[in-house]
Structure formats: C-alpha cells, structure tokens
C-alpha cells in the first residue's frame, strides 16, 4: 500500500497562512513593530510580531463596532478610488483596478488636449468663461 507523505511549511516561514503581506493590514502591524523593535522578533508571515499584529487587528475590529461598520466588506467591481487615480495623474507609481487605470489615461489625455491647444484658444476660452461669470 502506497503512502504518501505530506510536506508541511514551517509556521515560521514568511508568507504562509492568513497573516502574510497579502493582509489588509500588514502595514499597519509592520509600522507597530518597527516603532517598538530594538532586536529583530519572531515576525509572522515575515511582517510583524505577535503582539503588533494583535494591536492592529484589535484596533480595526474597535473601529468598525465603534462606528457601526460591518467587518466583511464587498468589493464593489464599479469603485473608482478618486486619490488613488489624483495620486497616479501626479506620478506615482500605485497598484491599480482596470477602471482606475482608465480613468487615470483619461484624465492623461485630457492634460495632453489642454497643453497641445493654442495659447490664444486656451486665453479666449478663459475670457469667456469670465464673461460667463460676470452676467
């Protein structure tokens, strides 16, 4: 009778289980663990150590039974993170949805029309945007 043999990860080794970078809030239990670390800890999923991650979970869940909101939420696939696209116009380099990265080539594109019209066209549309104002 064959027997097969399973290979389990250390509990150890970063990047396993739940509490990996891939968490929501990794970065917040990374910067817990940088304010209060003078030796390297035992850090879980190569993050932070336990009690950091504690913090930064107790702390989140506080948060939403404090102001009423729920603790699983739902992607909305139509959600445009105005910021994040602000941030992405101005250069910085962001993780971003198809829809974001459509609005920021939009938004582009925009920059380019404006920049690539005639002083004179850009001037007058500006005076009668004045006039406009001014009735």
Known sequence: M???????A??????TGPLSWAHPLAAVAARNCQKHSTT??????????????DDALVADYLFAAEHGLPLAL???PSYV????????????ALELTE?????VR?????????????YQYVCSRAAAARREVGR
Not at 10 to 15: I, M, N, T, V
Not at 40 to 53: E, H, M, T
Not at 81 to 92: M, N
Request: hydrophobic share 35%; net charge negative.
């Open 2 to 8: 064959p027997v097969q043999a399973i290979a389990s």
């Open 10 to 15: 250390a509990a150890d080794e970063p990047g």
């Open 40 to 53: 390297l800890p035992q850090l879980i999923g190569g993050v932070a150590c336990s009690p950091c991650w």
């Open 74 to 76: 739902e992607v909305d």
């Open 81 to 92: 993170d105005t910021v994040a696209v602000d941030r992405a116009v101005r250069g910085e």
């Open 99 to 103: 829809l974001e990265r459509a609005e």
């Open 106 to 118: 939009r938004r582009l594109g925009q920059i380019r029309d404006r920049r690539n019209r005639s």
